[in-house]
């Protein structure tokens, strides 16, 4: 686990470009759990440079915030619509 967070650190500082494993530690969901999100949508943005998937930071913290809620209870989006 200290790799990936070292491989992430080093990633973010010289490219904005994350691979899947690097972009599910960077936002804490699982490997599968991105790789499902592509499938079925939902997730975050992602792009195809040849055959590898990779996610922008911005990308990751752009869908990472429009997730935030107000509380447990709150069923929409803090900031819908902004």
Do not use: C
């Not at 939902?42 to 998937?53: D, L, S």
């Amino acid at each position: 686990m200290d790799d990936e967070i070292i491989r992430a650190a080093n990633a973010k500082k010289g490219s904005p470009f994350l691979n899947t494993d690097q972009a599910a530690f960077y936002i804490g969901l699982s490997r599968r759990t991105l790789e499902k999100m592509r499938t079925t949508g939902g997730g975050p943005r992602y792009r195809k440079h040849g055959r590898y998937v990779r996610y922008h930071i911005d990308d990751l913290d752009a869908w990472s915030q429009g997730r935030d809620r107000a509380s447990t209870s709150d069923n929409r989006m803090v900031g819908a619509g902004r």
